[in-house]
């Protein structure tokens, strides 16, 4: 197991600059996840990790040593990739073998790690099989039994379940969770899907752009959010955001105000807010009620979709330029075309200024502890 830590890490390809200043810190044993959208620099940030990409300024340190110009085969990382990258044409014991081969390792040491990391991933049963034979779920074990028959510091897992159909995934994502559990290894774990990153992380760390946005537990990201973009990325289906202006400042919260002259409270620490600056009220469909509010704004109902254990309403409102999506009780019966008020308790609301900054919420710690 290992430590890393980042130092203002970045990285630039001529005079394009892709990631800036990176500071982050990972614990020994502990699961990180890379989260973001497509292109926002969590893949090369691992392949700098993995010593695949030059670090352009910054430093990198595991277990406190300098690593930026280790060669990847000695910094102690075993790297999974979204593609499997089996030898079709060996079985999977020796698929397995294949890098301990390569290193020198005697036959009974090799036989060892391949058996151990045959058993802990279930797949002891399938070592004279060949990749073909096998499911898509098998063969991703077999990848990562690979990397487990090195006994590597850290394990670096690139969006190893894209290629997998839905129902997979959910049971792939308890088999890392499983994993990590007997292993205790440091893990470093890239995914787009926020969902991976809330089931599995202990840490999640979300990137837009080339930059660091926040990192936290599970929790602290979706009960706390950072700035506007967490929030929208974080959480599904994403959070509610109205735009309106600051009408009043208190010292238990901020009244705001949108265009249609309705208002909601919400129960911030009001920091610099001023009347009349520009802010917006973010809140997650659970949280958003029908009609049953003080606070809130009238809405036209587009759609309701049912699921079964629940019930996501789906309205259009002036003030929200992206609709509205409250979640309702699965037998609640709301026409389409119909006006109803949304909002939500004052404790339950986000407030993000003109720069996206959040808020701080006054029961913030409590919800993210």
Do not use: W
Request: with cysteine; glycine share 8%.
């Amino acid at each position: 197991m290992a430590s890393l830590t980042l130092r203002n890490i970045s990285k630039r390809y001529d005079e394009t600059e892709v990631m800036r200043n990176i500071n982050l810190d990972i614990a020994d044993g502990e699961f990180v996840v890379f989260v973001g959208p497509s292109g926002c620099g969590k893949s090369t940030l691992m392949r700098m990790i993995a010593g695949l990409e030059d670090i352009s300024s910054g430093d990198l340190n595991i277990d406190g040593t300098r690593m930026n110009e280790v060669p990847p085969a000695k910094r102690g990382i075993a790297m999974v990739f979204q593609s499997y990258a089996l030898y079709p044409h060996m079985t999977l014991y020796d698929n397995m073998a294949f890098g301990l081969k390569l290193a020198g390792a005697k036959k009974p040491e090799i036989d060892q790690a391949v058996r151990n990391a045959a058993k802990i991933l279930h797949i002891d049963h399938l070592l004279e099989r060949k990749p073909k034979q096998l499911s898509g779920g098998q063969r991703q074990r077999v990848a990562i039994g690979r990397a487990i028959t090195r006994k590597p510091k850290v394990f670096l897992f690139d969006e190893p379940l894209s290629n997998l159909d839905a129902a997979l995934r959910v049971k792939m994502r308890l088999e890392f969770a499983r994993l990590h559990d007997e292993l205790k290894t440091t893990m470093i774990y890239v995914t787009h899907d926020q969902v991976e990153a809330m089931t599995l992380a202990d840490k999640i760390v979300v990137l837009s752009a080339g930059n660091l946005e926040q990192v936290g537990t599970p929790n602290a990201l979706y009960h706390a959010p950072a700035n506007r973009f967490v929030a929208g990325f974080i959480g599904s289906p994403k959070m509610n955001f109205m735009d309106g202006v600051v009408q009043s400042v208190a010292a238990d919260g901020v009244l705001v105000r949108y265009e249609t002259g309705e208002t909601q409270r919400v129960a911030v620490e009001p920091g610099n807010a001023r009347e009349g600056d520009k802010v917006s009220v973010g809140i997650r469909p659970e949280h958003l009620h029908v009609d049953s509010v003080e606070f809130g704004v009238s809405a036209k109902i587009m759609a309701v979709e049912s699921l079964g254990d629940a019930a996501y309403l789906y309205a259009e409102c002036g003030v929200a330029p992206e609709g509205l999506i409250a979640r309702i009780p699965p037998l609640e019966q709301h026409p389409k075309g119909k006006m109803v008020k949304l909002g939500a308790d004052a404790g339950h609301c986000h407030l993000f200024d003109s720069n996206g900054q959040a808020f701080r919420r006054r029961i913030a710690q409590e919800l993210a502890a």
